[in-house]
């Protein structure tokens, strides 16, 4: 082996390793990207009337979308994500989606 081959195959390593690195971001954006082309249907997540303030709502919301209204819970949609942890957590089905 001389010195030449040593130093082009350290180039494909530093080329290909470069690559594998960076690949997720670019595929990421680039998903992102068209991913926003498309129009997708939001779910919107609401508490009801038969609310009994049991608080998993609350304190398992991980974007703290949800305060206490005029007499039980409310989700602020301009916080939410539409993640439906509220409606996963709650033992009543006070959370419905609509």
């Known amino acids: 082996m001389t010195l030449k081959d040593f130093d082009v195959s350290r ?6 390793s470069s690559a594998a690195i960076a690949a997720p971001f ?7 990207v068209f991913a ?3 129009t997708e249907k939001k779910v919107t997540y609401l508490i009801g009337p038969t609310c009994i303030c049991c608080h998993h709502c609350f304190y398992n919301c991980p974007q703290k979308a949800i305060h206490w209204g005029t007499d039980k819970y409310e989700i602020d949609q301009t916080k939410c994500v539409q993640c439906g942890t509220c409606y996963e957590t709650c033992n009543i089905s006070a959370v419905s989606k609509k």
């Open 11 to 16: 180039r494909k390593f530093m080329i290909v």
């Open 26 to 32: 670019i595929l990421n954006a680039a998903g992102s």
């Open 36 to 38: 926003s082309g498309k």
